[in-house]
């Protein structure tokens, strides 16, 4: 990463291939351009790498979870009650319950927060997407049995216009 400046400023830069390195985690397969892509690639090894060697460093733990109790078509029970000056209101119902999580060890937790430097926040249809959970849970148990180079880079066509030589980058 320090050695390719792409023609841009370092913090457009840095934001550029943050968010290129979130697209090819995210779908697995992007395309740009040549350089970009040779930058991309050694973020996106880097961090898989990462996930890869924390990806089973974690402990179950019984947590104690408070839910609004739900009837049988998905809605908050409410019960009437009386506060202390006489007025009468609705209030949740709330049920506790005791759900295993995972507990991230400190050397995955230190892990995951590095790679939430390399990557951005992913938000759709309005849900927040866990793209360090990804990593960990989906894309680094595929690649526990090999060493290195988890992305492939495959020349395509330059890019009508200004005949930029455009590359396909994507996970193996």
Request: hydrophobic share 35%; no cysteine; net charge positive.
């Amino acid at each position: 990463m320090a050695n390719r400046k792409l023609g841009r400023t370092t913090d457009i830069r840095m934001s550029m291939l943050r968010t290129l390195t979130t697209d090819l985690i995210m779908y697995g397969k992007i395309t740009t351009t040549e350089a970009r892509a040779k930058e991309v690639k050694s973020i996106a090894d880097s961090i898989i790498a990462l996930a890869v060697k924390e990806k089973d460093n974690y402990e179950m733990v019984d947590q104690k979870v408070i839910k609004a109790k739900l009837d049988s078509k998905g809605n908050k029970l409410t019960e009437l009650v009386k506060s202390k000056n006489g007025k009468e209101y609705l209030k949740v119902v709330k049920e506790e319950t005791i759900e295993k999580r995972q507990k991230d060890m400190p050397s995955r937790l230190n892990a995951r927060r590095k790679i939430m430097k390399k990557i951005n926040k992913v938000k759709i249809d309005g849900k927040n997407v866990d793209l360090p959970s990804k990593l960990f849970n989906e894309i680094a148990p595929q690649y526990a049995d090999r060493v290195g180079g988890y992305t492939r880079i495959v020349k395509a066509e330059p890019r009508r216009g200004d005949n930029a030589p455009m590359a396909v980058l994507m996970l193996v």
